[in-house]
């Protein structure tokens, strides 16, 4: 019984998947549409013929995913996929769950797009796993809604302020970024209550980001991350001006 | 015979290299520990312990100690997923879940030390065989590849892509195939192979490189993981570990026909481009179930089962590296990432590739397998406090690890963006049961068949029968075409009336 539930729950996702590849394929057939393929002129020289054309491969294989996207379209309509798939139960939406995705989905891309280019490593690091283990640990929704704040509020800021590429060495956002993970790393740990996990996140969360990227910066001898941050700078500085010489002399 | 000779001292040069550095035992200590850890933790898996380590070592050290690194991962990683099957009833990898369904009830019934045993010396046996299929068949393999031209790439490299969507589909199998056109249509993305023409870059000078493999695999691997295990889960109950862990020699030698059976099957599964450790586990599970004469008991706490799926997922490594060192197509998910190692080290797994590297991945292969037998009898216990550690803790570890790998691969800040990108799409295929080992294969063999179909027809000024013509494409666009039609309805039909006729 349960089985045939899924079934149809995974019939009508595959309905809306398959009208999605369906205008993705021809969107790409468009695209591909403007590269030459019966030998073209371009400033004067005269291109390829079809067969060996750029085109005529990504033409097969976006004609393929429309003609297989159809085909998946048939099975789901069958299987009277299209049916369920206009209401919430037919596709098999969970408020929690896609809460729980939807916050989660915020997270990773203030921290990449937001956070990773502009702020500390060791900073954005750690306010990363501060607010992951946090947030999810138990499931609670309010957990959720605060981790994302967090995240949300010093990857909006560092996206905002700092847009183009020459104020990505800027401190204002690392500052923020800190006093926000300093803030939540306290909230957490007050409501620990006898969880060992929650007592743990502040060890892991300085822990991981430091010797990662040292051990990339130093050790493998590779770019890391946002080299002029916060806290990153310091060690540099004192690693090449006051450490390497110990040895290297 | 002298060729064989040939290559068996060569295997024997490389090792005696190998064991006389001292650089390989930090290497394989430290990998093969990390490769059972990522193995025994639910959540990770073995794909995504070679994934990360090459965005760490994959192009940061020396190739050798890089593929040391790698491969040391791989082998403990699929061995350390029988940890949390047989203590949790949790499948620590897909390659175990089969290992679960006598594992869980030999530890129940306080055999749990004994099933550990067996299988650490059985997943040792099981490697061992698949490196020797490697040793072996590789060379065959590698005087018939001599002849393979560019239709017969092409038409290989879309029969390991539909291949892996055919065997990979938890679903309906066109969603495999799906799968693989999109990581297909993902490879057209950059500056084409042939005449340079830009295409689909819209205006992003990053894209003109194309999709580079570090990220994707990142992006397809380990971002929807994380997505999908940052959930609240009580760590199950592990069940102590009764008994002695170090196996009875006289248990191993009447298990020793089923070990070697399971070692084959493996192999032979692993040798089939695209198909993972799980399906191995599986088959060869299947296979014992039904020549065992312990058969019956398969599923209720069996040896003869325990060691058929356990044998088999490690013995399907080296049968992976063959399509992988031969024809450049990865034979299973992992190998897929260690493809990408090789290629950002400037090595093109083929008919080309260096001898020498094939001889070092056979001795890396027996010094990881011996490594990982030796912690697995020595240090079980380390490894069983470890599953104690909630996905919630150690899943945000892994994503900043991801995050740093990932970045100092060589593209920055834009493969981060790519990565999360992929990862989302990634996260929702999943969510639609696409398997993702065929788009990951088609993003790394796209850029192969695009050069080699058009290479064909450029040849043959346009003529298609140039994939019939020739024996060897002959014999491949049959298999294709075959595994195509064999997917559809009537013909299936067709195949269970016949089937019903004779049986």
Redesign the interface.
Known sequence: MAQSADKSV?RA??FW?ALG?MALSVF?LW??SQ??LFGGNRAGVS????????A???LG??A??FV??C??LT?SIRAGGAAGALSAAGIGWDHREGL??AT??LI??F???GL??RVD?IIS?GL??TC??FG????LTGRMLIATAAMGVAGAYALMMHPDRAGWRAHDDDILALVLWIGLTFWSTARARGDR?MR?IPL?AVI??LV??TA?AFG??????NRGGLIFAQIEYHYYVTLRPLWRD | MDMLVTQLAGFWDALLALVADPLTYIYLISSVFLGIIFGALPGLTATLAVTILTG?FGN??PLDYALIALLGAYVGAIYGGSYPSILLNIPGTAASAATAMDGYPLARAGRGGEALGLTTTASFIGTLIGTLALLVFVWLLLLISKNIASPEKALLALFGILLSGTLMSE??V??G??AG??G??MA?VGL?P??S?P??TFGWSYLLSGFQVVPVLMGAFA?PQ??DG???MEVGEVLKLQGRILPNLGTIRRYLPTITRSGVIGTGVGALPGVGEDVAGWVSYGVGKSVSPDGAQFGKGSLDGLLSSETANNACIGGALIPLLVLGIPGSPPAAALMGAFKINNVIPGPTIDPAIILRVAAIMVLASLTMFILGLFTARVFIRILRI?Q??F???V???T??GS??VGG??ND??L??GV??VA?LMN???YPMAPLVIGVILGGL??ET??RS??IS??DLLVFATRPGAAILLSLNVALILSQFPFIQRGFARLKGKFT
């Open positions: 995974m996702r595959d998947g590849l790409f695209r591909t590269i030459p291109g390829a013929d079809w067969y060996n054309s750029a005529i491969v990504p294989i976006f393929g995913l297989l996207s085909v998946l099975i729980r995705i989660l989905a990773l891309f921290y990449i797009a990773v280019p490593f690091g990363l796993i992951l283990i999810y640990h138990r499931g996990i743990v892991i991981t980001p990662l990227v990339m493998f001898r590779q770019n890391v991350p | 760490f940061k050290i679903d309906l066109i969603k195939w799906i056109l999109i297909l249509a057209m084409d042939l005449l023409e295409r689909y971002v994380i997505i940052l959930r609240h909630p919630t803790v899943l945000p570890v994503m900043v690890l995050t740093i970045f100092s920055g800040i981060l963006y990565m999360l990862g989302f996260y969510l639609m049961k068949f695009d179909f058009r027809l450029l000024n346009g």
